[in-house]
């Protein structure tokens, strides 16, 4: 939601001078940080949850995904965590947790924002190359006294064995609350090339004077059965009302029995900290 409140913060600022939005959208696992934040069209791991719901039914597998992350720059941190069925039945499911707190220095001293969010993801192929999918996202955040929940729908399409696209529409419910609920949608694609993955994800909000573009894209890279390695970057558009926003990430993968562990770290070039963030993940 960091595209949101980049457009809308000069106008509320009079009513949260102390106290700005918390972003759970960019609190992910390490290995989807490590490619840019873009993920939403592959569906390889359990963090589809947050993304397009429809990509949880592109791959059969049950995942636990848990890990956690702290901003050196910015006095953020974060746990999250998600579970995902998509080999029990036709009908995938996910839920994902996710507990973010910031510290922000304003005039009137120092302010503790925090923020949780709930995600359940369900998902369902309508044909062999394509899958629908609905989530729901529940926002709890002391900074804007936001208790609300709203709608994510998208679509997923298999392009042979190699390739997936895919399309979402996010916070379809007016929740009244722009800055941390606003409506926005993503068109992303991703290759699977061997031991190589490709995504590139882009998303916009299209309301008057809103129209602020986010490009992500990220790859990975297997080398042998247990080494991973992973690179990508994000970066948000200029407006009338808001800067460029450039990172720049990179992290390593180690696939062992049925899981593996991964590490990334996400550099902002537009004067934000530094984001490290470990993961443990479980496949069965």
Known sequence: MLRS?????????????????????????????AMGGAYRALGTSAVAIDGNPAALSLFKAFQ???????DFGEKTWYVAGYVRDSSTSVLSGGYSFHLLSQTTDASTGSTTVTGIQQVL????????????GVSSHWLIE???????????????????????????GHNLLDTHHPLELGRYFDLSGGLHLGPLQVALDTLSNFGPKQFHPQFLFGAEL????????RAGTDFYTRTTTSPE???????????IDK????????????????LFVASLRIVL
């Open 5 to 33: 409140a980049l457009l809308l913060a000069p106008l509320l600022a009079s009513t949260v001078a102390v106290a700005q939005p918390v972003d759970l959208e960019q609190a992910l696992e390490a290995k989807e940080v």
């Open 64 to 70: 636990i995904d848990v890990g956690g992350a702290y």
């Open 121 to 132: 993801a369900l998902a369902l192929p309508v044909a062999d190359y394509m899958t629908v």
């Open 142 to 168: 002391n900074a804007l006294n936001i208790n609300a929940a709203s709608l994510d729908v998208g679509a997923a399409f298999k392009l042979g064995t190699v390739a997936s696209v895919g399309f979402a």
């Open 222 to 229: 297997g080398l042998g059965k247990i080494f991973l390695l």
């Open 245 to 255: 926003l450039w990172f720049l990430s990179a992290g390593v993968g180690f696939n």
């Open 259 to 274: 899981g593996g562990f991964d590490v990334a770290l996400r550099q902002s070039l537009s004067g934000g900290g530094t």
